[in-house]
């Protein structure tokens, strides 16, 4: 072995020691329950992790570490620019220009950078073609990986254990859960997020929507029915979830 | 890593809770904690995407079952900061820099976040690489446990499926996350049977598809 390197297992040790030891900082048993989706907004009193985490945003301008102004640029990036609203708009664009279509099932991350969707964690997209028998289901069971340019930050229930752990065995009864219920003779294909692909699902086009317009029709198109776990309706009309 | 984090095939989690018009961040610590991670990885080197997933893999099984998402990437942050030498305990306990501290430039600033934000970050590598598998053909998941950080899950390990597509060559997350080398290899998607892996109780109609590089693969 190269001495000159590093005995990994020794820096794993120590870096286990690190998070071990920056755990304890962090949580309280008392803390945010860790699958519990409901908003904090009632919360008065500041909570311990919203101390903590001010008072290591101070400590690490104070270093040089941090610009805020640049945190706060990135904070209303997510809040305000990257979201679910651009995958909506790739599918409506989908659905009314089939020549899009094609460009966007054999080359996705070129057809997505036309609408301008091309930044971080969307260097490398797949498009998953929902069909009447055939239904896609996206998950990454090892973390949380998702594609921010098109759907941003992915909601809690896709990062929950919960989620997690059992769309890959029982991807059917995950989908009954989101109210979903395949006929038996439907392929389900999960896909589990293990590498640097990215994955967005084209929902089918719902029947009594050729008269409208593709503006109307990104409007349907709901958050869930890109990860997989929702189709689009008519009476659903696009709202994140 | 057997961590707790290889959550798939895991029964009894509980169910799944999904919210209506879910923000962004469900209160603004959690905003300002997902900023401070992209502006510090922005750095790269020991703070990659890979040893940050890594890093989380490594909080203690019943502190990342309690934590929440963010609160898992908050630990992460410090313990990472004290372990690069960033920042000293003695620092974080104090809340404030030690006296004579050298202060550093950001990397990141107001100027170049616009930048940062659009930039993207490719694992694929534009070198020659030999692909040891191709579509179409019938492959073993191999049966290893490396005690590091992987992206192959325990749930298809030793299990048969097919190579659907040669993805091309990739870093490798294995040795990436520990400073050793981006080992760029072929990644390819791969198919399995729910029934493979599951047995019957799994729908035959039903299909699994991972992305695996060719370190995860053997023949059959």
């Not at chain 1, 790739?90 to 080359?107: C, E, F, G, Q």
């Not at chain 2, 893999?57 to 079952?65: I, K, S, V």
């Amino acid at each position: 072995m190269d001495q000159s390197k590093p005995d990994p297992v020794d820096r794993r040790g120590f870096l286990k020691g690190a998070a071990a030891s920056a755990a304890a900082m962090v949580t309280k048993p008392q803390g945010a329950g860790a699958q519990d989706p409901a908003p904090h907004e009632h919360q008065v009193v500041p909570s311990d992790v919203t101390l903590r985490v001010k008072a290591i945003e101070s400590l690490l301008v104070d270093k040089g570490l941090v610009d805020r102004a640049a945190l706060d640029v990135i904070v209303e990036t997510f809040e305000t620019k990257i979201g679910p609203r651009n995958g909506a708009r790739i599918v409506a664009r989908a659905w009314v220009d089939p020549a899009y279509k094609t460009r966007l099932l054999s080359d996705a991350t070129a057809a997505i950078a036309e609408l301008g969707f091309d930044s971080h964690q969307g260097e490398e997209m797949v498009v998953l073609e929902n069909a009447p028998k055939v239904h896609n289901l996206v998950v990454c069971t090892l973390c949380s990986c998702y594609p921010w340019p098109v759907l941003g930050l992915p909601p809690v229930w896709y990062k929950s254990a919960a989620y997690r752990s059992r769309a890959v065995i029982d991807p059917r009864g995950t989908l009954k859960e989101f109210g979903l219920e395949l006929n038996d003779d439907v392929e389900v294909r999960v896909w589990d997020s293990t590498a640097e692909i990215r994955y967005l699902v084209l929902p089918e086009r719902p029947s009594g929507t050729d008269h409208l317009s593709e503006e109307a029709l990104a409007a349907l198109v709901t958050r869930n029915s890109m990860i997989g776990t929702a189709k689009v309706s008519l009476t659903a009309a696009g709202d994140g979830a | 890593m057997n961590g707790v984090h290889d959550m798939g095939g895991m029964q009894d989690m509980g169910t799944i809770v999904h919210e209506q018009r879910e923000p962004a961040f469900h209160a603004p610590w959690e905003g300002r904690v997902y900023a401070m991670s992209r502006v510090l990885r922005a750095r790269g080197g020991k703070w990659n995407l890979d040893a940050f997933r890594h890093g989380i893999e490594l909080l203690p099984p019943a502190d990342y079952l309690r934590m929440s998402y963010y609160e898992r990437w908050f630990a992460w942050i410090l313990g990472k900061l004290v372990a690069t030498g960033d920042v000293t305990q003695a620092e974080i306990d104090a809340g404030h820099p030690a006296p004579g501290s050298p202060a550093a430039t950001p990397f990141v600033t107001r100027q170049t976040v616009a930048a940062m934000v659009a930039k993207r970050a490719p694992s694929r590598r534009d070198v020659p690489a030999v692909a040891h598998f191709k579509a179409g053909q019938r492959i073993r998941a191999r049966n290893i446990h490396p005690p590091g950080h992987t992206r192959l899950p325990r749930y298809v390990r030793g299990k048969a499926g097919v190579i659907v597509r040669d993805r091309g060559v990739f870093l490798f997350p294995d040795t990436n996350a520990h400073d050793l080398g981006e080992k760029p290899q072929h990644m390819y998607s791969v198919r399995f049977s729910a029934r493979d892996l599951w047995g019957n109780q799994a729908s035959p109609r039903d299909f699994i598809h991972l992305d695996m590089w060719d370190d995860y693969l053997e023949r059959i």
